[in-house]
Antibody
Framework: EVQLVESGGGVVQPGGSLRLSCAASGFTFDDYAMHWVRQAPGKGLEWVSLISGDGGSTYYADSVKGRFTISRDNSKNSLYLQMNSLRTEDTALYYC????????WGQGTLVTVSS | NFMLTQPHSVSESPGKTVTISCTGSSGSIASNYVQWYQQRPGSAPTTVIYEDNQRPSGVPDRFSGSIDSSSNSASLTISGLKTEDEADYYCQSYDSSNPWVFGGGTKLTVL
């Protein structure tokens, strides 16, 4: 059974940093690209970032480019999102998602950016 | 930038059939696969349709997906509506600029 468990969310001041983690199990982790997707309170889904299975290719939404960095450690079956220069508009529930023909989602971790 | 447009909300009675549309802003929606996700209140999204019309194991056959090239739209149809189908539904496809593009979501009310 595919399982994705996010962690690392919390409350941070504008301009601060946070590192999210996603622990994966139930599939061959390095065979799949992985995504981060976020959902602001009461809003829709917004794609944030993608990393290829070997970690060699990364992609970002314009809204986070230059501030967020996606990475993965295939030896630990883990995905990460380093978030710097956080803004109030980054407040959201952050989901990790397994790519492939059928997408699996974690339960999300909440990031609140507020002074 | 490529966009996917969904109706904000739809409603229908139990036992009836409802169709949710997802219209592409440019190009051909048939050029890339469309996925559909269900998000019940307070829960994470789950996949109900992948690759335009494929149903994951465990998803009832009341859910079906299709593509209409003439209207550049994808559709999610749910037949025999149940109260448990009440949720937000999102379509998702791909773009040369962004690996994933989501529609704005449709709130389905079963009343």
């Amino acid at each position: 059974e595919v399982q994705l468990v996010e962690s690392g969310g919390g409350v941070v001041q504008p301009g601060g940093s946070l590192r999210l983690s996603c622990a994966a199990s139930g599939f061959t982790f390095d065979d799949y690209a992985m995504h981060w997707v976020r959902q602001a309170p009461g809003k829709g889904l917004e794609w944030v970032s993608l990393i290829s299975g070997d970690g060699g290719s990364t992609y970002y939404a314009d809204s986070v480019k230059g501030r967020f960095t996606i990475s993965r450690d295939n030896s630990k079956n883990s995905l990460y999102l380093q978030m710097n220069s956080l803004r109030t508009e980054d407040t959201a529930l952050y989901y990790c998602a397994k790519g492939g023909y059928r997408v699996y989602w974690g339960q999300g971790t909440l990031v609140t950016v507020s002074s | 930038n490529f966009m996917l447009t969904q109706p904000h909300s739809v409603s229908e009675s139990p036992g009836k059939t409802v169709t949710i549309s997802c219209t592409g802003s440019s190009g051909s929606i048939a050029s890339n696969y469309v996925q559909w996700y269900q998000q019940r209140p307070g829960s994470a999204p789950t996949t109900v349709i992948y690759e335009d019309n494929q149903r994951p194991s465990g998803v009832p056959d009341r859910f079906s997906g299709s593509i209409d090239s003439s209207s550049n739209s994808a559709s999610l149809t749910i037949s025999g509506l149940k109260t448990e189908d009440e949720a937000d539904y999102y379509c998702q496809s791909y773009d040369s600029s962004n690996p994933w593009v989501f529609g704005g979501g449709t709130k389905l009310t079963v009343l």
